[in-house]
């Protein structure tokens, strides 16, 4: 199955790979994404909870990945994480 196949029936892709030339380095694509990307591109968005004035970093996922989750640890050490269950 070549690429063309699977762009023409709407599938969209899950990974990208570069060719063994190419330029650009690790640390320029993250600063390409850090410039584009959104927290709501991946599903995120923050709200505050009016009644304690908390800030919450919510994921539309079910699971958040254990690197993202690794570094919003990082990024705030003292929060705290948590799974709802709504029914």
């Known amino acids: 199955m070549n690429l063309n196949d ?3 029936n709407g599938l ?3 990974k990208y790979w ?10 320029t694509l993250y600063d390409v994404f850090k410039n584009t990307l959104t927290l709501s591109d991946i599903g995120f968005k923050i709200r505050t909870v009016k009644k304690t004035g908390r800030i919450e970093l919510v994921s539309d996922r079910v699971f958040i990945d254990g690197t993202i989750a690794d570094e919003i640890s990082k990024l ?7 799974f709802n ?3």
């Open 85 to 87: 269950i709504y029914g």
């Open 76 to 82: 705030l050490p003292s929060s705290a994480s948590c």
């Open 6 to 8: 699977l762009e023409d």
């Open 18 to 27: 570069s060719k063994k030339d190419y330029k650009k380095t690790l640390n």
């Open 12 to 14: 969209k892709m899950n």
